[in-house]
């Protein structure tokens, strides 16, 4: 077998892994966020966010490594998928940097401020989390192409599929954030993780349901 036979192959386990790690690492640090605004007060969304704090920056990487790896392996890919998602894309991007400047600057806000900074937090890992499911589902989907050239409009990713994959995923997020509190918390805090949890794995069965049973979508 040569060379061009197996790489692929090979680039394609490298960004799958990557992609993979980033749901599994930086998953749980978006629930946080979705999560954040149930917290019953600022101590308790505090706790939360320290649970995360001393690794969430570095999750970020496996994201990197995934889109670096498609546009070093599979440029022509990496051009048909930007062209077509880069609404969604340009709005996760955006919504990552600003949780990520949130989730720094509200350890040193006081009053309002850090209230304000606490919902940017959540409203940033919602938006970031729901752009990701979108980019999912129409992925999934497929979009408009034509001897490999994107022929569809700035639009053409936005579907009722592509919508319910993008809060499925927020619920399955979600749920990674409550098992993550159950795991690194006691006490209130982690009696709230356990009572969040139930429903919320009761969504994501009846989203996975939904997309199983073949809906008109």
């Keep these: 077998m040569s060379v061009d036979e197996w790489l ?3 680039w394609f386990g490298v960004i799958g892994f990557g992609v993979l790690m980033y749901v599994l690492l930086d998953g749980f640090v978006l629930g946080l966020g979705i999560l954040a605004p149930f917290a019953e007060n600022g101590a308790q969304l505090d ?5 995360a704090a001393p690794i969430w920056d570095g ?3 496996w994201l990197v490594l995934g ?5 070093a392996a599979f440029p022509k890919a990496y051009g048909l998928v930007l062209s077509a998602l880069y609404l969604p894309v340009l709005a996760m991007l955006l919504a990552l940097i600003f949780r990520g400047v949130a989730f720094e600057f509200r350890f040193k806000g006081q009053g309002f401020a850090r209230r304000a900074w606490g919902a940017a937090f959540s409203v940033g890992s919602i938006v970031a989390a729901f752009c990701q499911g979108v980019i999912l589902g129409a992925l999934v989907q497929g979009l408009p192409l034509q001897a490999g050239r994107y022929m569809g409009g700035a639009f053409a990713w936005f579907s009722p599929f592509a919508m319910l994959t993008g809060a499925a995923l927020v619920f ?5 954030g409550a098992g993550w509190l ?4 006691e006490g209130r805090l982690h009696k709230l993780a356990r009572a969040m949890a139930r429903p919320l794995v009761l969504a994501v069965l009846v989203f996975m349901a939904l997309v199983s049973v073949g809906l008109p979508f």
């Design 47 to 51: 706790h939360m966010m320290n649970t």
């Design 59 to 61: 999750n970020e990487t």
């Design 8 to 10: 692929p192959g090979v």
């Design 172 to 176: 399955g997020y979600a749920l990674l």
């Design 182 to 185: 159950i795991l690194k918390t």
């Design 67 to 71: 889109g670096a790896g498609l546009m």
